[in-house]
């Protein structure tokens, strides 16, 4: 049954949460049903070939992300912890950790499947780790995916060129292999018009979400990219590649250009535009948000929409669905460029953001998860504040961890920042 | 004659000033916080009009700032310390473009642009390493009063050289450098060190234009100005108000607010307290 509002339209929250709770049903009924399961990563994860065998897909990400959200992050943790874990290990990594010593019982109600293919790849270097607890836990070999990246700052790899080409090359072989691995488990054999078709609805879906991103250009923005917008990409990607993904996109789009035709913004009194970078903190983000948008800021943009929306961050690079392999390698190739350990010099990128959606402000948020990710926040910030003059902040907390959280010291940054945004605007005023 | 007020509720010490309407000092408070940020700030207010002979109900305005800035039920305003220290820095020292605050559990280094407005801040991160605790983590270890701790360092000949960041560690690690014989104010001297390199670090990530103005309570300590000198190359200004810089910056925003012809609801009403 689909999520619909009195006037009979349906209505995009209600209809992403129906269709994330029907892929957590899936997920608790799929091997009873006969369905293989892979666990897979948000980025390089390779899903169209896995939508082509009709896995279920569980990313254990969005499994300790969801813990968060439901406030359960904090008992996964120190359970593995209990276990032996560092404090300074990945929470994502950790929070999965405690599901599998607790039965697999997840915090939505859901008994995860054990995988019966893991993939991996080289796009975030805890993967790797993370894939190999799943094959002493569960025993299922991963099949690591290795996709180049950038080779420096600046390096270009246009289609076609001899490097793209070369680098394409060296994907399609692992995904021939991959194909060999699915070709066993499920004991079919590969169709390519299968792949083709699943190819055409993540086409339609990267053209919607392209749209849907630039739709916060508008003023005042409709939609806050770090509350909602987190909401659209766990559904893009938990349905990435299939008919009702597309639907979904195609209300979503729908829902925010009529908002954007009534001039209507996620905030009633937009004061300042802002910018986010880094990952979010899913087990207060909605307290985080709050302390942004009760003195009228928005995040407009955010680097995250773009790096962890799987493969719909492939910079307007579409499938060829006539040779789906050879172009799902070639755009794999160029879209995994953009992922995390090929976020080579972001600064070019948020600084693009900034004059894009007219930003007042550029906030970093540093976790304690992840240093990688933090590890470019200095320079960055220093590339933004000088050559742009905006204010912008550095704040830290955690993925999921609560122990990161400190409420009091966030909001006195936060306040903080804003008297900055407020003085500035008072000046350019006079 | 106009009177407001600038209440500062810290980790560890309330403050209050009292202003008159050109912006002189005509009384001020200061007691150690205690749990209760809101009795804390009302007995340093009451404070505060005994020193002037004010009653509560002449204030014009009264803005809050610090950790307990909400908690000040009489604050007309609330602005953080951020700003609050930069205006009274620039109150002090017209020519201030950084200001280094070393409070009771957060240090904060300021920029501040050509026309007065705060244009970039640092802050320590969540641990209290780097801030005024770490001093008391000192004194309590020493069994000495926090100001005996500066000039008993000033003697140092051989300071030791502390590892840890941990404010709690820290008293492990003084006791274990006691105990294999070094000397208290060689061990204090390390100690100050420690957080001197840890301000100086995010005073330079703001980026260091002089001139730079040092407030706070730690400012007080002679062996800490003198280390921050030397390791940012600089001299800073310190003034004697140091300490009550915060609340003589909300003093002044309060002091805006009753030029823009704004008043306090309780102004001018008997109001019980």
């Known amino acids: ?430 | 004659m106009n009177y407001v007020a600038g209440i500062d509720i810290g980790s560890t010490q309330a403050k209050g000033i009292m202003l008159d309407e050109q912006g002189t000092i005509t009384g001020k408070a200061i007691i150690d916080m205690e749990t209760n940020m809101a009795t804390a700030a009302e007995v340093v207010f009451q404070q505060l009009l005994a020193s002037t002979g004010l009653s509560a109900t002449s204030i014009a305005f009264t803005v809050a700032t610090g950790y307990g800035r909400y908690r000040v039920t009489f604050g007309d305003l609330q602005v953080t310390e951020i700003s609050c220290h930069a205006r009274g820095a620039l109150a002090a020292f017209p020519n201030t473009r950084t200001v280094l605050d070393i409070g009771g559990q957060d240090t904060k280094a300021i920029r501040i642009g050509d026309s007065g407005e705060v244009t970039d801040f640092a802050m320590n991160d969540k641990c209290a390493a780097g801030t005024g605790r770490f001093l008391g983590a000192a004194s309590f270890a020493l069994e000495m009063p926090i100001s005996a701790i500066g000039p008993l360092a000033m003697k140092a000949t051989h300071p030791v050289r502390i590892t840890t960041t941990c404010t709690v560690f820290a008293e492990t690690e003084i006791i274990g450098h006691l105990a294999k014989g070094h000397r208290e104010e060689d061990v204090l001297m390390g100690m100050h060190h420690s957080i001197a390199t840890r301000c100086a670090s995010l005073v330079r990530r703001v980026g260091l234009v002089p001139e730079i103005t040092f407030t706070g309570g730690v400012s007080r300590n002679p062996a800490m100005v003198a280390l921050l000198q030397e390791v940012l190359g600089v001299p800073l200004n310190v003034s004697d108000q140091a300490q009550f810089m915060g609340a003589i910056g909300a003093g002044l925003y309060a002091l805006d607010n009753l030029r823009a012809g704004r008043r306090s609801a309780h102004c001018g009403e008997e109001v019980a307290r």
């Open chain 1, 1 to 430: 049954m689909s999520a619909s509002t009195t006037t009979g339209k349906l209505d995009a929250r209600k209809e992403g949460q129906r269709l994330v709770n029907q892929w957590l049903a899936n997920l608790h009924t799929a091997h009873e049903r006969g369905q293989p399961v892979a666990y897979i990563f948000v980025m390089g994860n390779a899903i169209e070939i896995l939508r082509a065998f009709d896995f279920e897909m569980v990313f254990p990400e969005i499994n300790s992300l969801q813990s968060g959200v439901r406030k359960v992050s904090g008992d996964f943790i120190t359970k593995a912890e209990d276990y032996g874990f560092s404090a300074d290990v990945c929470s994502y990594v950790k929070a999965d950790v405690g599901l599998m010593l607790s039965n697999m019982q997840h915090p939505s109600g859901t008994t995860m499947p054990e995988p019966d293919l893991a993939i991996a790849s080289s796009l975030c270097n805890v993967y790797i780790k993370w894939a190999e607890i799943w094959e002493r836990r569960f025993g299922t070999p991963a099949f690591v995916l290795d996709i180049p990246g950038k080779r420096f700052a600046t390096w270009k790899s246009p289609p076609g060129s001899p490097q793209h080409l070369a680098d394409s090359r060296w994907v399609e072989g692992q995904f021939r292999d991959l194909i060999a691995r699915c070709e066993q488990i499920t004991g079919r054999t590969f169709d390519p018009d299968r792949l083709a078709e699943v190819e055409e609805h993540v086409n339609e879906m990267v053209r919607l979400w392209i749209d849907i991103l630039a739709f916060n250009q508008r003023r005042p923005a409709p939609y806050n990219s770090m509350l909602d917008g987190l909401t659209y990409m766990g559904v893009l990607n938990a349905w990435r590649g299939t008919r009702a993904g597309v639907e979904y996109m195609r209300l979503l789009h729908d829902e925010i250009s009529d908002k954007v035709a009534r001039g209507e913004g996620r905030v009633a009194d937009e004061r300042f535009r802002l910018i986010f970078s880094g990952t979010p903190c899913y087990v207060n983000m909605r307290r985080m948000i709050e302390l942004f948008e009760s003195h009228g800021g928005v995040f407009a943009a955010s680097d995250y929409l773009t790096y962890a929306a799987g493969g719909l961050d492939s910079a307007g690079l579409f499938y060829d669905t006539a040779r789906p392999l050879e172009s799902l390698a070639e755009v794999t190739t160029l879209a995994s460029q953009a992922g995390l350990s090929n976020h080579f010099f972001s600064h070019h990128q948020l600084a693009q953001q900034v004059k894009e959606f007219a930003a007042d402000g550029l906030v970093y948020h540093g976790i304690k998860s992840c240093r990688t990710v933090a590890t470019s926040m200095a320079d960055n910030r220093e590339y933004i504040n000088s050559r742009y003059g905006i204010p912008t902040l550095y704040i830290e907390s955690d993925l999921i961890d609560p122990r990161y959280w400190s409420d009091a010291q966030l909001k006195n940054r936060i306040d903080a920042f804003f008297e900055v945004l407020e003085q500035r605007a008072l000046l350019e005023g006079q």
